[in-house]
């Protein structure tokens, strides 16, 4: 892993789920494979797996750079701009 400019922009402390499941799945009416939480802001969105990659999409919108997993037992992070671990 390493540490992107990114992460030190992040507010402290970490932003609270905006959801507990990816929104715009449940309006587009599909599920979810793994759920990732936007640290900039708390969105909750869908991973790459997912049908329509919700998280990847948040971050081409809004220029938020870093998510974690939002899964049980999970506490990776991931920097969309530097595609690194983080």
Do not use: K, N, Y
Not at 10 to 21: D, F, H, I, K, Y
Not at 50 to 69: D, K, N, Y
Request: proline share 10%; with cysteine.
């Amino acid at each position: 892993m390493s540490e992107c400019p990114h992460v030190a922009e992040l507010p402290r402390p970490e932003p609270a789920p905006q959801s507990g499941t990816c929104p715009e799945c449940l309006i587009a009416g599909t599920e979810p494979v793994h759920l990732r939480l936007c640290l900039s802001c708390g969105h909750v969105g869908c991973c790459d797996s997912s049908p329509l990659r919700h998280a990847t999409a948040h971050f081409t919108e809004t220029g938020h750079a870093v998510m974690r997993s939002f899964e049980p037992g999970e506490d990776w992070r991931w920097c969309f701009t530097h595609s690194a671990l983080v």
